[in-house]
């Protein structure tokens, strides 16, 4: 049967049922559970400081008020770090290389922010919509551009986030195709493929990990706009 570049992306199944349930609590699984112990094992260390960084990271751009979200937004950073990391294992499924699940990700919780800045301070959640000092005839065209923008904004976080993804995994299915379809007629060649998708998966787990701070930190920025 002939297999598209294309079909990793596919949701898998079997007998019909998706498995991609499966595949977006897997991760939580790899997380040890926390003991009330006094001393703890290296792994639950690791994990601490590991939480302990990104928490930091993120509450940093905000201020007092943004700090409930801790929880949510360290929780979405760790679920789309190991999401994306086990993606780049052979024979695995990333699910966040499918644009629905990205967008019903980023629309909630971008609405959320939205409404938080509607509801504690609805004056100046409107004001981003009109720059200070804007001419009187530009300013029915520039409150259409900024409300558009400011609508695009989940699009935007989902459909980098799925386009940086699919790429990286596209480039390295198609040089092991060409490492595996040289090898026998030219191995030299071949090797130097094999070097080029070496360094390509270290390139690719580095977007891994940045792509999933950028999609976390991004969101955090919108929350700081509207607090």
Same mark, same amino acid.
Do not use: C
């Given at each position: 049967m002939n297999l598209s +570049? +294309?079909?990793?992306f596919s949701s898998p199944s079997i007998l019909g049922i998706p498995l991609v349930l499966i595949a977006m609590t897997f991760p939580a699984l790899l997380l040890p559970s926390q003991s009330n112990r006094w001393l703890t094992d290296r792994l639950s260390t690791l994990q601490s400081w590991l939480i302990n960084l990104i928490t930091k990271q993120l509450m940093m751009p905000l201020n007092n008020k943004g700090h409930k979200w801790a929880l !949510? =937004? *360290? @929780? =979405?950073? !760790?679920f789309l770090l190991?999401?994306? $990391? =086990?993606g780049l294992l052979p024979y695995t499924f *990333? #699910? *966040?290389t499918q644009l629905s699940m990205n967008l019903a990700l980023a629309t909630p919780l971008w609405l959320a922010t939205l409404l938080t800045g509607l509801r504690n301070q609805p004056s100046m959640s409107l004001a981003h919509l009109l720059p200070e000092g804007t #001419? &009187? #005839?530009l300013i029915p065209a520039l409150i259409l551009i900024? *409300? &558009? @923008? =400011? $609508? !695009?904004r989940p699009l935007a976080l989902g459909v980098r986030l799925t386009a940086n993804l699919t790429a990286g995994h596209l480039l390295i299915q198609l040089i092991s195709t060409a490492t595996i379809a040289l090898i026998s007629t030219m191995p030299a060649i071949s090797l130097l493929t094999l070097l080029v998708l070496f360094l390509l998966t270290i390139l690719e787990v580095a977007v891994a990990m940045i792509q999933a701070y950028v999609f976390v930190l991004l969101l955090s920025l919108y929350l700081q706009e509207n607090i």
């Amino acid at each position: 049967m002939n297999l598209s +570049f +294309f079909d990793q992306f596919s949701s898998p199944s079997i007998l019909g049922i998706p498995l991609v349930l499966i595949a977006m609590t897997f991760p939580a699984l790899l997380l040890p559970s926390q003991s009330n112990r006094w001393l703890t094992d290296r792994l639950s260390t690791l994990q601490s400081w590991l939480i302990n960084l990104i928490t930091k990271q993120l509450m940093m751009p905000l201020n007092n008020k943004g700090h409930k979200w801790a929880l !949510i =937004l *360290t @929780s =979405l950073m !760790i679920f789309l770090l190991f999401t994306n $990391l =086990l993606g780049l294992l052979p024979y695995t499924f *990333t #699910p *966040t290389t499918q644009l629905s699940m990205n967008l019903a990700l980023a629309t909630p919780l971008w609405l959320a922010t939205l409404l938080t800045g509607l509801r504690n301070q609805p004056s100046m959640s409107l004001a981003h919509l009109l720059p200070e000092g804007t #001419p &009187t #005839p530009l300013i029915p065209a520039l409150i259409l551009i900024e *409300t &558009t @923008s =400011l $609508l !695009i904004r989940p699009l935007a976080l989902g459909v980098r986030l799925t386009a940086n993804l699919t790429a990286g995994h596209l480039l390295i299915q198609l040089i092991s195709t060409a490492t595996i379809a040289l090898i026998s007629t030219m191995p030299a060649i071949s090797l130097l493929t094999l070097l080029v998708l070496f360094l390509l998966t270290i390139l690719e787990v580095a977007v891994a990990m940045i792509q999933a701070y950028v999609f976390v930190l991004l969101l955090s920025l919108y929350l700081q706009e509207n607090i």
